[in-house]
């Protein structure tokens, strides 16, 4: 079956980097698109972009431009997510998910990974 | 960026009630609406794709519908395994955008 799997909780300082993975198994890796999204605690989801794992093109949101980066290994069909100079405010449950691409943007999302903590506290 | 309200914030219902969610985009959106549940602690989970197209292995009490600017996800006959948020999301435009989510709980 179709799984995503990604790495352990993190605890960062503010202005530190962290870089989540998220290994998938189960489908062609390179058929589909990677999706970062993040929930604060009790508030909603946020979208951090997307990579194509085909391609490897990426989007960002302009609110992150220049801090997030995400990559894909396709030797070993895992993803990373990189933020950096974080602060308090990046706080918050970190999720993969594969994206099904059609006309060149990811379209819907699903299935996801099982969600990262990120917590940035001095 | 496309806005997306939901409505209701919150609703409390019984279990076998009709229940249904709105949503709406600030501009036209076509089709490129999809709807996800999580429940407590879990991650969110895909239950229907451009607007009404019905994920795998979702049960048929859920539906969805629209098109353009104005959504809807309804449950035919809550059950107890429904009770969670709900969360739609446009796939229009970049950046993609959330709604705001809908708390299901229980009357």
């Known amino acids: 079956q179709v799984q995503l799997v990604q790495s352990g909780a993190e605890v960062k300082k503010p202005g530190a980097s962290v870089k989540l993975s998220c290994k998938s198994s189960?489908?062609?890796?390179?058929?589909?698109?990677i999706t970062w999204v993040r929930q604060a605690p009790g508030q909603g989801l946020e979208w951090m972009g997307w990579i194509n794992a085909y391609n490897g093109n990426t989007n960002y949101p302009q609110n992150l431009q220049g801090r997030v980066t995400m990559t894909t290994d396709t030797s070993t069909s895992t993803a990373y997510m990189e933020l950096r100079s974080l602060r308090s405010d990046d706080t918050a449950l970190y999720y993969c998910?594969?994206?099904?691409?059609?006309?060149?943007?990811?379209?819907?999302?699903?299935?996801w990974g099982q969600g990262t903590l990120v917590t940035v506290s001095s | 960026d496309i806005q997306m309200t939901q409505s209701p914030s919150s609703l409390s219902a019984s279990i076998g009630d009709r229940v249904t969610i709105t949503c709406r985009a600030s501009q036209s959106i076509s089709k490129y609406l999809n709807w996800y549940q999580q429940k407590p602690g879990k991650a969110p989970e895909l239950l229907i794709y451009a607007a009404s197209s019905l994920e795998s292995g979702v049960p048929s009490r859920f539906s969805g519908s629209g098109s353009g600017t104005d959504f809807t996800l309804a449950i035919s006959s809550l059950q107890p395994e429904d009770f969670a948020a709900y969360y739609c999301?446009?796939?229009?435009?970049?950046?993609?955008?959330f709604g705001g989510g809908t708390k299901v709980e229980i009357k």
């Open positions: 998910a594969r994206g099904t691409v059609q006309l060149g943007l990811v379209r819907w999302f699903g299935p």
């Open positions: 999301q446009q796939t229009y435009n970049v950046p993609l955008t």
């Open positions: 189960g489908y062609t890796f390179t058929s589909y698109g």
